[in-house]
């Protein structure tokens, strides 16, 4: 039996990285997956978002696992599409156990103003409206989790890296009181709510040109192992960054009924990089 046998998991932005390999790791273990994306790209976002394709590959890594899988266009941002997609889905499905709210985006460097609204609107608004779709689906033993980030407590966070970092941060920061008064909210009706603080992760937001260069701000062009030299100082260990796949564990125990009492939580996956950020003060 596997460890979410026989339940339904809707996760966002699950055309590739985290949410691609979260829908991979929960068939693995028995569920059957909504995955949602937005699969084209948004206004002043400054790195290529998921394609259709993406979403079709991770519809056919799934379908190995022998699982169902329900693939939807669809983008966070708009409540009525979201509600839309989720109605959808439980018609197919029947119900709604598991709610993986991970679509994001991380537009750093110098960009219109515009850009702080634009990721507050994805990273926070979008996971509320995906929770607002799936709230009247849910019953006692559902499990939601919602991605962060360790920006969410580092002293200063993303900011000073244009007005997407500092969108990034206030919303990652919020996510966590939303996680906390959600919980204690849903608790009595025993429907679970927890958070993942991600350090860097080995996905397509980690590795772009822009990304290289805020962490390499020495050279012009610096190649991707020029860039893991500096991803290197931000965790304890001695990593440059964690795989999806060590996110989509932390993801699994919060799924599952092994967590059935674990709610309102906060889980940094980061090699100790909070413990670091403490000690540097
Ligand atoms: N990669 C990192 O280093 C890192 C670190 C900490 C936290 N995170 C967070 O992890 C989550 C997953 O990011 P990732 O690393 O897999 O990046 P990614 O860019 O590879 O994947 C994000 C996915 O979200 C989708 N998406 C973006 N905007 C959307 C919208 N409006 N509606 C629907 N889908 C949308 C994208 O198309 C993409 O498929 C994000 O919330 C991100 O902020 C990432």
Known sequence: MGRVAGKVALI??????????????LAEEG?????????????????????PED?????????????????IQADVRDLSAMK??????????????????????SPLGPLPLHVFLDVVNVNL????NTVTAAIDHLSAGASIVVTSSVAAMMKGGTEGQGPGGSGYTFAKRTLVDFVKDLARTLA???????????????????????????????L???????????????????????EPSDISEALLYFASDASR?????????????????????
């Not at 906060?266 to 990089?273: E, I, K, S």
């Open 125 to 128: 608004s979008g996971v509320i």
């Open 31 to 51: 569920a059957d997956i909504i995955a949602i994306d937005i699969c084209s790209q948004i206004d002043g976002v400054n790195y290529g978002l998921a394609t």
């Open 84 to 105: 839309a997609a989720v109605d959808q889905a439980v018609n197919e499905f029947g119900k709604l156990d598991i709610v993986s709210a991970n679509a994001g985006i």
């Open 188 to 218: 009595p009706h025993s429907i679970r709510v927890n958070t993942i603080l991600p350090t860097n992760v080995n996905t397509p937001m980690l590795h772009t040109e822009t990304m290289y260069r805020l962490f390499r701000p020495d």
């Open 12 to 25: 966002t932005g699950a055309a590739r990285g985290q949410g691609r390999s979260h829908a991979l790791r």
């Open 220 to 242: 012009e062009n610096p190649t991707r192992e020029e860039a893991e030299v500096a991803f290197a100082t931000l965790a304890l260990m001695p990593i440059p960054y964690v």
């Open 261 to 281: 009492y674990v709610t309102g939580q906060v889980l940094a996956v980061d090699g100790g990089q909070l413990l670091h950020d403490i000690v540097l003060g």
């Open 55 to 71: 979403l079709a590959e991770t519809v056919e890594l799934v379908e190995k696992f022998g699982q169902r899988i329900l693939p």
